[in-house]
């Protein structure tokens, strides 16, 4: 009985220290990469997309698949202005992530809507709220997803949400540090303001808001690559009788 307790744990940590990822790896470092949730939001998004393009940040767009569904010009839009999709589930509904089959279809349904769509194979996945569980961790395992979570958040839905746009900002450009993931939400009617204050403060501290995007991109490319290979070499593989 102790053994398989063991074991699992074991597992755990093996999947955990293999699937998640909070900050970025230490070859981004003197850099920061910006991620947005819960999106595409068709009035706030292309704010967002406008107040990045003007500091030249690119950033990762965890979306939402049936608000992505929704919002098709502003996905494409994401993708045109050179900024990276990540899968946060299809229907953003916890009670669906409460057991494996219910994370694995919703947590794929996402990932299909955005490859037909797109062309888009997202290899990062964010749990809605930041909810990782076991079956969760073997659901994104399985769609060889790994799991971003963040370093740093604005907390603008969440433990400062009675916090005004400035107080939100201040307080989290003076927490930010090299190699962090921050996490903010673009259907929140605060971020405009926030990236306002944070997107210069984070250049005035020195740190560059593309290369943490380039880092992932190049797993991204990696993936796409290996899959890719792995298909010709199925293709170009003889029968066997």
């Known amino acids: 009985m102790k053994l398989n307790r063991h074991f699992r744990l074991l597992m755990r940590s093996i999947l955990v220290n293999t699937v998640v990822t909070g900050r970025l790896d230490a070859g981004s470092r003197e850099s920061v990469l910006l991620t947005f949730d819960d999106g595409p939001h068709e009035k706030i998004t292309p ?21 992505a569904r929704d919002c ?32 694995l279809r ?19 996945f964010r749990p809605p709220g930041g ?17 971003m979570l963040w370093s740093n958040m604005g907390g603008e ?26 996490m903010l939400h673009d259907n929140n009617r605060k971020v ?24 992932v991109s190049k797993t991204q490319a990696l993936r796409d690559d290996s899959e890719r290979n792995l298909k010709l070499s199925r293709s170009s593989s003889p029968d066997v009788q």
């Open 72 to 103: 098709p010009g502003i996905v494409r839009r994401v993708l045109k202005d050179g900024h990276l999709l990540g899968n946060h589930s299809f229907t953003h509904d916890n009670g669906r992530m409460l057991d494996f089959k219910g994370c």
């Open 47 to 67: 704010v967002v997309l406008d107040k990045l393009k003007s500091n030249g940040a690119k950033c990762m767009f965890f979306v939402v698949g049936r608000f």
């Open 157 to 182: 839905w969440a433990n400062r949400s009675g916090d005004d746009a400035e107080t939100i900002a201040r307080t989290l450009t003076d927490r930010i540090a090299a190699r962090d993931i921050v």
């Open 131 to 147: 909810r990782v569980t076991p079956q969760m961790l073997v659901a994104a395992w399985s769609l060889k997803l790994r799991i």
């Open 192 to 215: 405009p303001d926030i990236l306002d204050i944070i997107l210069p403060a984070i250049r005035d501290k020195g740190l560059d808001l593309s290369i943490g995007l380039e880092r």
């Open 106 to 124: 919703d947590m794929r349904s996402c990932q299909r809507f955005l490859r037909d769509s797109y062309g888009i194979n997202p290899r990062f």
